[in-house]
């Protein structure tokens, strides 16, 4: 596993775009969009649509980040309720 970003194509709104990011965060990324059963394209607009001042390659990773420690706390959660 590479620890440099890959640059990755990207469609929004009907425009090409690119994203440079690891590859931990890329499969993650498609992961979740797997998850939900939406489009990588179509996830990555809802990002897009909700990022603040950041550039879409970090609003991605932050996203990803967000899903892993809701995943972790839910995992804590349900180890808390079976003791």
Known sequence: MSGRP?????????HRTSVSLEDLFWR?????ADERDIALN?????IDAARADIG?????????????L???????????TTL
Request: a positive charge; proline letters at 0%.
């Open 6 to 14: 890959v640059k990755h194509s990207l469609t929004l709104r009907g």
């Open 28 to 32: 993650e990324f498609r992961r979740i």
């Open 42 to 46: 179509q996830l990555a607009a809802e």
């Open 56 to 68: 879409l390659a970090s609003a991605i990773r932050v996203f990803v980040l967000k899903d892993a």
């Open 70 to 80: 809701a995943r972790a706390d839910q995992g804590a959660r349900a180890r808390e």
